[in-house]
T-cell receptor, first 115, second 116 residues
Framework: AQSVTQLDSHVSVSEGTPVLLRCNYSSSYSPSLFWYVQHPNKGLQLLLKYTSAATLVKGINGFEAEFKKSETSFHLTKPSAHMSDAAEYFCVVSDPNFGNEKLTFGTGTRLTIIP | AAGVIQSPRHLIKEKRETATLKCYPIPRHDTVYWYQQGPGQDPQFLISFYEKMQSDKGSIPDRFSAQQFSDYHSELNMSSLELGDSALYFC???????????????FGPGTRLTVT
């Protein structure tokens, strides 16, 4: 069965400092991994995705994530936080190789930006 | 670009009533997924349809049913509503990717259902 664990439920960083949101996955095969962002009372927006191509994935708004199979990790980073980055971030996994395309979400990390 | 459309955006119902949520996928997308996000929770997969056939089923209560129509839109029907059904219901759609697999899922804005 597939699952993701987001190691921090809440992360606070100062504006202009780096962001690191941690995610570990568990999957029986080569998974597809995603990061989605959800702003308050808004829908889910795809930040980036990994689908077995390049292990370093660049997304929108300056975010990127690196797939590390040896560590079963897919951490999300950004060099410099902006106030508009304050939101809930979900690490997500799917196993399309087993015909299982449903998304399994982590419990989310709430990112707070300190002015 | 066209996005996933969900209607209504907000819905208030009383216990034991029924509700129907609608989802209109991105044009040329053939797969629709439904997710439920309770207050302060992560989204949970309910059910999906590919080419009008149910393709996968998650934690969907027996009181709920869904279908996908010939124009690929989908409806989630919820009966005997309970207070615990209050949640944000997301629909997502996907199409065939460039390499032959599935493309990523694009989410609609959600329908906020409140059961009183």
């Amino acid at each position: 069965a597939q699952s993701v664990t987001q190691l921090d439920s809440h992360v606070s960083v100062s504006e202009g400092t780096p962001v690191l949101l941690r995610c570990n996955y568990s999957s029986s095969y080569s998974p597809s991994l995603f990061w989605y962002v959800q702003h308050p009372n808004k829908g889910l927006q795809l930040l980036l995705k990994y689908t077995s191509a390049a292990t370093l994935v660049k997304g929108i708004n300056g975010f990127e994530a690196e797939f590390k199979k040896s560590e079963t990790s897919f951490h999300l980073t950004k060099p410099s936080a902006h106030m508009s980055d304050a939101a809930e971030y979900f690490c997500v996994v799917s196993d399309p190789n087993f015909g299982n395309e449903k998304l399994t979400f982590g419990t989310g990390t709430r990112l707070t930006i300190i002015p | 670009a066209a996005g996933v459309i969900q209607s209504p955006r907000h819905l208030i119902k009383e216990k034991r009533e029924t509700a129907t949520l609608k989802c209109y996928p991105i044009p040329r997308h053939d797969t629709v997924y439904w997710y439920q996000q309770g207050p302060g929770q992560d989204p949970q997969f309910l059910i999906s349809f590919y080419e009008k056939m149910q393709s996968d089923k998650g934690s969907i209560p027996d009181r709920f049913s869904a279908q996908q129509f010939s124009d690929y839109h989908s409806e989630l029907n919820m009966s005997s509503l309970e207070l615990g059904d209050s949640a944000l219901y997301f629909c997502a759609s996907s199409g065939q990717g460039a390499a032959g697999g599935r493309d990523e899922q694009y989410f609609g804005p959600g329908t906020r259902l409140t059961v009183t």
